[in-house]
């Protein structure tokens, strides 16, 4: 084996097409060590001490699985022995309780009456078409095709373009606040503006607060399942690639007991007429 340092195998990863982005802040603290002095408790300390505030999450994105990928490439180049990263434990996914109907109504009514009309379209978008925030302020008017009745979502989360259907309801309101190419659609700019208004018109409305997260993705998986739609609709729907997730954090099925046993009422054969007799003989 060589004495090949960190950025030796990182240069090299990025040369056969690895992925580049987050290994500068890598790079200034390990950069110059050997890969075969590199040690897994290193690197996950390095992630505490890269992203002291984040989330193990975002640490294990950011610094760990970069970190991972560079030096497999380095024990497949035999720079060094294969090195087993374990990634930094999750914090178990928060659910998010979305808004009924009738919180979701009241909402829009309060909006309608103060003229805050692309605040009332951006929360009913969000509710439709189960889009983020951060997809939904991103929409500009030539991502909007209200004959066809769809919309595009560019460069989401997963980097790839999503395209979602508008219900009727929706194109007549982004027909009301009208569509100007190159201009965003809800006029917002930051999803963090877009929660404080949140905030503050539910108070103003008398209405318990609701993230953007709650009254889009979390309302529009709950939505979908309770109207009867499958599994795989509403996630094809939404944009959701994983079940787990889907299940897991964004699903709150309502009066979910009522519906079974509603359904075992349908479904259930009646008692035969003799077996009645006979027990009130």
């Known amino acids: 084996m060589t ?63 970069p970190c991972r990928a560079v030096m497999n490439h380095a024990h497949e180049l035999g720079w060094c022995n294969w090195l087993r990263i374990r990634s930094l434990r999750n914090a178990p996914p928060r659910r998010y309780a979305p808004p009924d109907q009738d919180w979701l109504a009241t909402f ?13 379209a951006l929360v009913l978008f969000m509710n439709h078409t189960g889009a983020r925030v951060s997809e939904a302020i991103g ?27 508008l219900s009727a309801e929706l194109v007549r309101r982004i027909r009301m606040i009208g569509l100007i190419p190159g201009e965003r659609v809800f006029g917002q700019r930051c999803r963090h503006n877009v929660n404080d ?13 609701k993230s953007s997260h709650a009254v889009g993705r979390a309302a529009f998986a709950t939505n979908a399942l309770n109207m009867g739609l499958g599994i795989r609709t509403a996630m094809d729907a939404g944009g959701w690639r994983t079940a787990r997730i ?35 003989a």
């Open 3 to 65: 004495s090949r340092t960190f950025a030796d195998a990182a240069a090299s990863y990025m040369a056969l097409g690895g992925e580049g982005k987050y290994l500068p802040r890598i790079l200034a603290r390990i950069g110059d060590k050997p890969v075969t002095e590199v040690t897994a408790g290193e690197i996950r300390f390095l992630a505490l001490e890269i992203f002291p505030t984040a989330k193990n999450s975002t640490r294990n994105r950011h610094a760990i699985t």
């Open 139 to 165: 929409l500009r008017g030539e991502h909007v095709d209200l004959e066809a009745r769809s919309a595009i979502l560019v460069r989401t989360k997963t980097d790839r373009h999503s395209e979602r259907a």
């Open 108 to 120: 829009v009514e309060f909006c309608d009456r103060n003229r805050l009309l692309k605040l009332a």
């Open 246 to 280: 889907f299940l897991e954090v964004y699903v709150h099925t309502a009066a979910a007991g009522k519906a079974v046993a509603n359904r075992i009422d349908q479904t259930f054969p009646p008692p035969r007429r003799d077996w009645l007799l006979a027990d009130a």
């Open 197 to 209: 208004r949140l905030r503050c018109v539910s108070r103003r409305a008398g209405l318990e607060y």
